[in-house]
């Protein structure tokens, strides 16, 4: 559904990424992972299109994503970024309509039946039904971010990225905000792009793992493949070790200088 | 579980208790003056003008100009007031946020001082407000957008250096009837004002108001902030070149036939949040409205204290509204 060709980016005139090619394909999480400045948000951001290329090409479903229009490319792409300040005396439904935006003609100042519906749809879909009219203000982290990605949802975007959604969440939320991205992937069909700080949660929720690092993509394949102790090593200066679980999970961690591991 | 749609009914409750207030206000500013006409008598001659009796003469040569210019500037106001503070999410932003009444100011002061005709002063105050809002947006620009950092920046600068020039050109004026005058312009004022000044003005407001309205679906969404709008599809950079024009080209319109009135675009954006929320589609109408009332309940005020006298109506309003608005906004936390 997307593909990113010969991607370079640069951030204040400085190239922080080059040579990066890969592809997101429907039904699919892929994560992208990587040390703090790797160009992991970024990269996302160029992906939703808000970001200008140095050199190569992104296209989503064949089409240059800076070749659609504004309103048309939020009805393809939602892109959910990091946490911002919270609108004022907004209720949850009318941050989740707001995701009508895209599909409205200036001139329409109301919503029409299917937009109407599409909220419904998207509140359903989040499990928002019980907050759907309390004040945004007064929801906690974790279901503020589930009312950005409603909004997303109302949008009827085919692909969704969402930059660090978990990165002030406990072990709960981050367990519902990933397994909700999971099943519009899955069950809808979405794209789903995701960043992660956490390379486990990463390895748990994601399909496959795109590793940002030495300012381009080290690999993009399943986290079996992609945890490797000497590059993971590498690219984050500090000793990796990594476990395979009988189950299939894998597990990458951080060896404390002084522990000695087997 | 299956929760209720949202209904809009408090907020549309709201807005209709406004328009009631608006009608019942410009009812009796038409009926207060010289000659004091009963409800009956100006519903009349609403309905059925008859400009041969003296009641048809005064009240649609006289009261109903004033009054609908009155309206003119206070709507203008305050969707400005609403524009402004919408786009930059500040609540401390006025409509001559981008210099348009300080370089009015300026022009009306060198004008009067150049002995300029009277009838020519109104153009006069509304390139000069137009032309400050061209040169503080354009000292805004960055890139293809506008920083708020250099709007806020670069109005309150030039501001600033037409203050100057005023207040040189009131101190150095050979005649004392010369700073009367620039001094009564600064006061704000709509004495003897007819349709020929509303004709004029309601044109450019129209176009304003036009251009307001038609920003409001998008203004909602940059109530997520830039990113979240952009996200949204909203094309950030046209708003806020749309917000800028809007509010200048109205603020210019009132400050053409009124002069300066102050504190009507900060405190009508205040109230009408608190009237009906935030929702911009319901705001920027509801800012009109109530902006409309306040400077006709203001003016009428400031020609029927003393007649046939009448006080600044910017003077006015800064005296009394300021002390209101500040009960009304305080007192919450002593309660």
């Known amino acids: ?262 | 579980m299956i929760s209720p749609r949202r209904s809009y009914r408090s907020e549309l409750v709201a807005l209709a208790a406004a328009l009631l207030v608006a009608c019942a206000a410009l009812t009796w500013a038409i009926s207060v003056g010289a000659v004091a006409f009963p409800f009956g008598a100006v519903l009349a001659q609403v309905v059925h003008p008859d400009l041969s009796t003296q009641a048809g003469r005064i009240l649609w040569e006289i009261r109903i100009p004033r009054v609908a210019i009155a309206s003119l500037v206070g709507a203008s106001l305050g969707l400005a007031g609403m524009l402004l503070q919408t786009m930059l999410r500040n609540p401390l932003v006025d409509p001559y946020l981008t210099g348009t009444s300080a370089g009015a100011a300026c022009a009306i002061a060198i004008g009067i001082a150049a002995g300029v005709a009277s009838a020519a002063l109104p153009l006069l105050a509304f390139v000069a407000a137009l032309a400050t809002a061209l040169i503080v947006a354009a000292l805004a620009r960055t890139g293809t957008g506008i920083s708020h950092e250099r709007l806020i920046l670069a109005g309150i600068s030039l501001s600033a250096l037409f203050a100057g020039v005023v207040t040189l050109v009131i101190l150095l004026s050979p005649r004392a009837s010369t700073s009367l005058s620039i001094l009564a312009w600064l006061g704000g004022s709509l004495a003897g004002r007819g349709w020929s000044d509303a004709r004029v003005a309601s044109i450019y407001a129209a176009i304003g108001v036009a251009l307001a309205l038609a920003l409001a679906p998008m203004l909602n969404g940059l109530r997520f902030g830039e990113a979240r709008a952009r996200a949204l599809g909203v094309d950030v950079d046209r708003v806020q070149w749309g917000v800028v024009g809007a509010a200048s080209l109205l603020t210019a319109a009132a400050v053409s036939v009124s002069g300066i009135v102050g504190f009507v675009g900060l405190i009508v954006p205040h109230v009408t949040r608190r009237f009906v929320g935030n929702d911009a589609r319901l705001t920027l109408v509801t800012s009109m409205i109530l902006g409309a009332v306040l400077v006709v309940l203001a003016d009428t005020i400031a020609r029927s204290i003393d007649p046939p006298l009448e006080l600044p109506l910017g003077v006015l309003l800064s005296m009394f509204g300021v002390p209101i608005f500040i009960y009304l906004s305080f007192r919450r936390r002593a309660a």
């Not at chain 1, 140095?54 to 892109?79: C, H, K």
């Not at chain 1, 990225?161 to 992937?185: Q, V």
């Not at chain 1, 979405?190 to 994601?206: E, I, R």
């Open chain 1, 1 to 262: 559904m997307i593909a990113i060709d010969a991607v370079a980016l640069a951030y204040g005139g400085c190239r922080i990424l080059e040579d990066v090619t890969f592809t997101v394909r429907a039904g699919d999480v892929l994560a992208i992972v990587g040390p703090n400045g790797a160009g992991k948000s970024t990269l996302l951001r160029a992906i939703a299109g808000a970001q200008p290329l140095d050199a190569g090409r992104i296209t989503f479903e064949g089409r240059p994503i800076a070749a659609f229009a504004p309103q048309e490319r939020s009805r393809n792409v939602a892109l959910i970024e990091a946490e911002g300040a919270p609108p004022e005396g907004l209720l949850v439904e009318d941050v989740v309509a707001a995701g009508r935006l895209p599909h409205r003609p200036w001139w329409r100042w109301s919503s029409s039946e299917g937009d109407r519906r599409a909220v419904d749809r998207a509140i359903a879909r989040t499990g928002l039904a019980p907050l759907r009219n309390r004040p945004f203000a007064e929801l906690s982290s974790g279901e503020r971010q589930r009312v950005w990605i409603a909004m997303a949802v109302a949008q009827d975007a085919r692909a969704f990225l969402l930059d660090e959604p978990t990165s002030h969440l406990d072990i709960k939320h981050t367990f519902e905000t990933l397994a909700l991205a999971r099943r519009l992937a899955h069950e809808d069909g979405g794209a789903v792009v995701v960043v992660l700080h956490d390379l486990n949660v990463a390895a748990a929720f994601a399909d496959r793992i795109a590793l940002l690092g030495e300012r381009t993509l080290l690999a993009c394949d399943t986290a079996a493949v992609v945890f490797d102790e000497a590059l993971l090593a590498r690219v984050y200066g500090i000793p990796i070790a990594v476990r395979h679980e009988p189950n299939g999970a894998v597990l990458a961690f951080a060896v404390p200088p002084s522990r000695v591991v087997s």
